[in-house]
């Protein structure tokens, strides 16, 4: 989520369904498992049902890639800063994102899960590393100075 505000808000949510469901967990796979489904589900009806209230816009980029000789890996960057970068992703570029790298899903099951193709999976990772590989770099520029 945008701000810690809606992320209490979704995780209250979630672990309130959790409760009330917790009769219907089986005891096959892991606890953890079951639990984090409920909340990558909630996230999803929540970011689902904001982009209905309000229309996707989509965010263009142009082609103007940076410069591969730049090297990102040699600068340091507080944890929290490229959180914040991440935070301020469009909506459904940051879910893929945070899917793919933190939840360590193949595009296959990101697709499956936000209803959505394997390429605009694959095209949203992108543009999100883009988008971020530009703000990290942007902040390179501004400690080189």
């Known amino acids: 989520m945008k701000n810690e505000a809606d992320a209490q808000d979704v995780f209250q949510e979630a672990f309130v369904i959790a409760f009330q469901k917790m009769s219907q ?7 953890e498992g079951w639990l984090k489904r409920i909340f990558i589900n909630k996230l999803i009806e929540t970011l689902n049902k ?5 229309p996707f816009l989509d965010v263009l980029y142009q082609e103007d890639f940076v410069d591969e000789d730049q090297e990102i890996d040699s600068f340091s960057i507080p944890q929290e800063k490229l959180l914040e970068f991440i935070q301020h ?3 459904q570029y940051r879910l893929v994102f945070n899917l793919y790298f933190f939840e360590k899903m193949k595009h296959k099951e990101i697709a499956s899960l936000l ?3 394997e390429g605009t999976s694959k095209s949203n990772l992108n543009r999100a590393k883009s988008n971020l590989q530009k703000k990290i770099l942007t902040l390179m520029a501004s400690k080189d100075v």
């Open 25 to 31: 967990y089986r005891f096959e796979g892991s606890f």
């Open 50 to 54: 904001r982009k209905r209230e309000t």
């Open 89 to 91: 992703l469009p909506d």
């Open 115 to 117: 209803n959505i193709s």
